[in-house]
């Protein structure tokens, strides 16, 4: 009789954030700190001062190699030994921006030191040798879901016997070019964001982040149940106004949690129309369950939000409490959000959701093997 | 389309000028376009990257500084809301006369 095959788990993460790793990150939500700080959107050339979480010590501006390198590389640190990229341990890399704001920098300096790390291929090149891994390593970049998709390839690659084990590295880092680009969309302004809260004009913040997971089968103390990616193909920068594109997504995690008690780690950026989508839609999928959303503090650390968050959400089911919603003032958008930290004991799992620019959503139910 | 209204003054045709250069509108005539027509999900079927070219755009035609895009929704609601943000926060040097 055939064996059945270990369920596949999450056998490590972690994340650093300007606050720290993963525990200080959570520590630091907990006591209801913020992360961002008005910066100048376009960084040296001054502009519009926008709230912006960077690395402690880094600049906005780009430099060659990138100041952000130091923080990829201190997380890989705390990666399981092995030979990652080798047959059977590939790495899934992914991200919205890689180092964009390279090409950017290229463009205005004639600086040819940028240009090695400016683009997807060559910047994932750069880091795949500056970490020692081999050359198993694929790219996935799907704006703010892009970890999510790392994710689920990982698990597919298992499942499909193509890895014994999958790296998902996913991480984000700002520069002028990316700060200037959502200042552009009007989005990211003077103000601080207010997550899920009824305001007269909606706000982001950005923030540098990068996260790993290591996926293997039977190790490990947490499971991924009902990833779903769904893409509602509606517009670039806006979603269907019936909710359907949030709804469709959280089906499989619904289907999953199959009645269990769960409480929702949104993707909450601090917009208005999608905020109350989402509010929405999770009230609908999973009633009762308390909302709640970090990028007030973090700002939105755009293609490794997904995994960052993962991050801090298994530290929340790990030490019993998650952290509320923090951001501005202003009424909740729905009665289930959490504008308070909350104790995590009574729940089955969490819910972890991302959406991104051209309507694609993604979640997952995370829970304790 | 309904039939556009009499244009009244130079601002609003300069408006609607603007926008048929800015989202090259080849079958629209700036004569075209009605005063009190939703300019985004309208008959002009823009979208919002339309109206992101057109606040930008606008911002630098009129030394005009759109902080949000609530309030850009907002300017944007018609022809005839756009020529009175445009009226009371525009470069008076920059305005028709």
Redesign the interface.
């Given at each position: 009789m055939a064996e059945t095959p270990a369920p596949i788990r999450i056998a490590a993460c972690g994340c650093v954030t300007p606050f720290g790793d993963a525990q200080a990150s959570h520590a630091a939500l907990i006591r209801g700190e913020c992360a961002l700080r008005r910066v100048p959107v376009l960084g040296n050339d001054g502009g519009d001062p926008v709230p912006l979480a960077l690395m402690p010590g880094r600049p906005l501006d780009e430099t060659a190699p990138p100041g952000w390198l130091s923080s990829v590389k201190g997380l890989a640190e705390r990666l399981p030994p092995g030979a990652w990229g080798s047959p059977g341990r590939p790495v899934f890399v992914t991200g919205s921006n890689f180092g964009v704001g390279g090409l950017y920098a290229l463009g205005r300096t004639g600086n040819a030191a940028f240009a090695s790390w400016g683009a997807l291929p060559t910047c994932t090149e750069q880091l795949r040798l500056a970490l020692g891994w081999g050359p198993d390593v694929a790219i996935l970049s799907h704006a703010c879901v892009s970890a999510h998709l790392g994710l689920l390839e990982a698990t597919r690659a298992i499942e499909a016997g193509a890895a014994d084990e999958a790296l998902v590295l996913s991480f984000d880092f700002l520069s002028p070019f990316v700060a200037g680009g959502f200042h552009s969309l009007k989005i990211l302004n003077s103000e601080f964001p207010a997550p899920y809260r009824e305001r007269a004009s909606g706000a982001i913040g950005l923030g540098d982040g990068a996260a790993f997971a290591v996926l293997a089968r039977g190790r490990g103390d947490w499971t991924l149940e009902g990833q779903g990616v769904y893409n509602e193909m509606h517009h670039f920068t806006s979603n269907r106004a019936d909710g359907s594109g949030f709804a469709r997504c959280l089906e499989a995690a619904a289907g999953a949690a199959d009645g269990r008690r769960v409480w929702f780690k949104g993707h909450g950026t601090g917009t208005l129309d999608a905020g109350r989508l989402e509010v929405a839609e999770a009230s609908r999928a999973f009633p009762g369950s308390p909302i709640t959303g970090w990028k007030g503090s973090l700002g939105h650390t755009l293609g490794s939000c997904g995994l960052v968050e993962l991050a801090i959400a298994i530290e929340s089911v790990r030490s019993g409490i998650a952290p509320g919603t923090i951001g501005g003032p202003g009424e909740p958008m729905g009665p289930s959000v959490a504008l308070d930290n909350f104790g995590t004991r009574g729940f089955d799992g969490v819910v972890c959701a991302s959406n991104a620019f051209g309507g694609a959503h993604a979640a997952f139910l995370l829970c304790h093997a | 389309m309904a039939p556009a209204s009499p244009m009244p003054d130079p601002l609003t045709a300069s408006l609607k000028q603007l926008i048929v250069d800015t989202l090259r509108l080849e079958d629209t005539s700036a004569a075209d376009i009605p005063d009190d027509e939703p300019l985004v999900g309208g008959g002009l079927s823009l979208?919002?990257?339309d109206a992101?070219e057109l606040?930008?755009r606008l911002e630098r035609e009129f030394g005009i500084k759109?902080?949000?895009?609530?309030?850009?929704r907002q300017a944007l609601a018609s022809v005839a809301a756009l020529t009175t943000y445009v009226r009371e926060r525009g470069d008076p040097s920059r305005l028709p006369s």
């Open positions: - | 979208d919002s990257i992101l606040v930008v759109i902080a949000s895009s609530e309030e850009a």
